[in-house]
T-cell receptor, first 114, second 110 residues
Framework: GAGVSQSPSNKVTEKGKDVELRCDPISGHTALYWYRQSLGQGLEFLIYFQGNSAPDKSGLPSDRFSAERTGGSVSTLTIQRTQQEDSAVYLC????????????FGPGTRLLVL | SQQGEEDPQALSIQEGENATMNCSYKTSINNLQWYRQNSGRGLVHLILIRSNEREKHSGRLRVTLDTSKKSSSLLITASQAADTASYFCATWTGGFKTIFGAGTRLFVKA
């Protein structure tokens, strides 16, 4: 079956613009995670969904960041009024259930804010 | 230090040699996973080892877990150029979150 897909692959935007990043998880996976990875760094946890609910949003860096998931499937991560420090690779992963299970990652969206 | 730190940060070896990477963590875990990342893109799951396990194998990969020392090691035997990647350990202490370390960058010279 298909793996996790993310779009766009690359996004270049100007400072102050809003961007939307999309993640299509593996069908049947109830848990979905968003991470951010700056160049040469580890993964920074942003938010996770169990179904359509996001029980913990404390990893979101600021109130410019928001995420939603609909139908227990597709998720979008929205960054409003982008800043240069938002430049990073945004990775999405899904797993059968949340908590300690193998996570299957998408290829990521590389965001560059000019 | 944070939960899940890999050591060394970078490793360069010749093709055919073995590569060993270590992961140390601070709090008790339920399981520990190793992932590989090529070219800064998506991570690929390698092995999951549970807290009551001490060693697991998968092909050329061998993972050990020492809960008394709160550490794990990943051994890649007979390395190949295709093994060049970053390797991350990820620890699960319960709840929903799996915490990833900063990674070890492995470079295998042909």
């Amino acid at each position: 079956g298909a793996g996790v897909s993310q779009s766009p692959s690359n996004k270049v935007t100007e400072k102050g613009k809003d961007v939307e990043l999309r993640c299509d998880p593996i069908s049947g996976h109830t848990a979905l995670y968003w991470y951010r990875q700056s160049l040469g760094q580890g993964l920074e946890f942003l938010i996770y969904f169990q179904g359509n609910s996001a029980p913990d949003k404390s990893g979101l860096p600021s109130d410019r960041f928001s995420a939603e998931r609909t139908g227990g499937s597709v998720s979008t991560l929205t960054i409003q009024r982008t800043q240069q420090e938002d430049s990073a690779v945004y990775l999405c992963a899904s797993s059968f259930i949340a908590g300690g299970e193998t996570q299957y990652f998408g290829p990521g969206t590389r965001l560059l804010v000019l | 230090s944070q939960q899940g730190e890999e050591d060394p940060q970078a490793l360069s070896i010749q093709e055919g040699e073995n590569a060993t990477m270590n992961c140390s963590y601070k709090t008790s875990i339920n399981n520990l996973q190793w992932y590989r990342q090529n070219s800064g893109r998506g991570l690929v799951h390698l092995i999951l080892i549970r807290s009551n396990e001490r060693e697991k194998h998968s092909g050329r990969l061998r993972v050990t877990l020492d809960t008394s020392k709160k550490s794990s090691s990943l051994l890649i035997t007979a390395s190949q150029a295709a093994d060049t990647a970053s390797y991350f350990c990820a620890t699960w202490t319960g709840g929903f979150k799996t915490i990833f370390g900063a990674g070890t960058r492995l470079f295998v010279k042909a």
